[in-house]
Structures are given as structure tokens and as C-alpha cells.
């Protein structure tokens, strides 16, 4: 069964630099994600992509933030210089269409910690 | 409070007996969908319910949603161990872009 991949698994960095999560959406699915969850919270929504722009994004994703789609499989999450309250597990989903009985297939997540 | 939120916040029961969650929400929503996290791991989607619809059955789960009251429950009948996690509900408005808010999250216990 198709799957949602996410690498690294586990992201250590220092405060103030640059972090790119990376993500391979399920083949045929249009409609990208990105969530968070810090430890022991819920899960926030941070952006949505469809059709290589952001269609809607949280007040989370600041400019500090940003979204590619660099090719057609990859869709990544930058966080230009990361902050400790950045640290988190990031989630990336997808889905093959916007219709209301369609699921969204979350990725294992990656686990970032700033140090 | 916030969109999607569950009760109870913890939940402990023997193994082969049911459980039920509560989830509660603010605004008007094309689904909502339940979602489950054994700890400090990925969320696996369980199932989704239409605002059109009133209850829903996959295996040993069924959801109801009460969209008068804004609110749906999730019942696990005859629990196992490997039923422990968390559960959460999320809700997609009516913004067509798919954005999830999630629940708190119900965290489930069930003892052998």
C-alpha cells in the first residue's frame, strides 16, 4: 500500500539555523500538508499546497517558514532559523483530492529538536 | 475552547470492555475524522464521517456525529492491549483547502 514518507526520521540543530524536512506525498495524490505537534499537544495545521502554491497556512507559518515542491515527488518544509519552540514532530500528509470524503495519509513524522 | 475537543482527556478500562470517546466542535464542517497515535509515533487515519451522515461502522469502531449538538463520539468495542494509544478527532471546514483541526486527544489505557 502506497505510504507517505518523511526523512530524517529525527533532526537535531542548533538555535538560528536552517532546517529543511523532507517528504515524499503518495504518487497520484494533488493536495499536500504540513502539521505539527509539540510534545504532549495537539496536532496545529500549518500549510496547505496545491497546484505548486500555498493555499492556505496557519498563523504559525511565518515568514521564518516556507514550502517547495522542488520536483515531482519531494515536498519540503524549510524553517530559515529555527527557534527552541520550533521544536516539534512535523507531520506532512496528502491526499488525492479536495472532496469531503477523502482522508488525508499522514508520514511517520520527523522529530526536531533545537537546541 | 478550541475546535475539536475531546473527552475524556484519559481514559483507563480492562481489556474486552468498550470504549468511547467524545469529541466536541465550534464551526461548520464538511467531516470529521478520527485518528489514532500510539506514542510518539505517526497519526493513523481510522475513519471519516460526513457532515451528511449520522454514524458510521469499520470493524469494532463506530463513530456518531450529532451536528445540532457539534459533536461526535468514537466507541472501540471489546478492547484489546494493543488498543492503547491516543485518539484524536479532527474536523475539515469549509475552507476547500483540507486544512485538520484536531482535538486534544483522548488517551487510551487498556489492561490485559
Known amino acids: 500500500e502506497p505510504e507517505v514518507t518523511q526523512t530524517p526520521s529525527h533532526q537535531v540543530t542548533q538555535m538560528g539555523q536552517e532546517v529543511i524536512l523532507r517528504c515524499v506525498p503518495i504518487s497520484n495524490h494533488l493536495y499536500f500538508y504540513w502539521y505539527r505537534q509539540i510534545l504532549g499537544q495537539k496536532v496545529e495545521f500549518l500549510v496547505s499546497?496545491?497546484?505548486?502554491?500555498?493555499?492556505?497556512k496557519s498563523e504559525i507559518f511565518d515568514d521564518q517558514f516556507s514550502v517547495e515542491r522542488p520536483d515531482g515527488s519531494n515536498f519540503t518544509l524549510k524553517i530559515r532559523s529555527t527557534k527552541l519552540e520550533d521544536s516539534a514532530m512535523y507531520f506532512c500528509a496528502s491526499r488525492p483530492t479536495r472532496t469531503a470524503q477523502e482522508t488525508q495519509y499522514f508520514g511517520p513524522g520527523t522529530r526536531l529538536l533545537v537546541l | 475552547s478550541q475546535q475539536g475537543e475531546e473527552d475524556p482527556q484519559a481514559l483507563s478500562i480492562q481489556e474486552g470492555e468498550n470504549a468511547t470517546m467524545n469529541c466536541s466542535y465550534k464551526t461548520s464542517i464538511n467531516n470529521l475524522q478520527w485518528y489514532r497515535q500510539n506514542s510518539g509515533r505517526g497519526l493513523v487515519h481510522l475513519i471519516l464521517?460526513?457532515?451528511?451522515?449520522r454514524e458510521k461502522h469499520s470493524g469494532r469502531l463506530r463513530v456518531t456525529l450529532d451536528t445540532s449538538k457539534k459533536s461526535s463520539s468514537l466507541l472501540i468495542t471489546a478492547s484489546r492491549a494493543a488498543d492503547t494509544a491516543s485518539y484524536f478527532c479532527?474536523?475539515?471546514?469549509?475552507?476547500?483547502?483540507?486544512?485538520?483541526?484536531f482535538g486534544q486527544g483522548t488517551t487510551l489505557q487498556v489492561k490485559p
Open positions: 499546497f496545491y497546484n505548486n502554491e500555498i493555499s492556505e
Open positions: 464521517i460526513r457532515s451528511n451522515e
Open positions: 479532527a474536523t475539515e471546514g469549509s475552507s476547500n483547502t483540507g486544512k485538520l483541526i
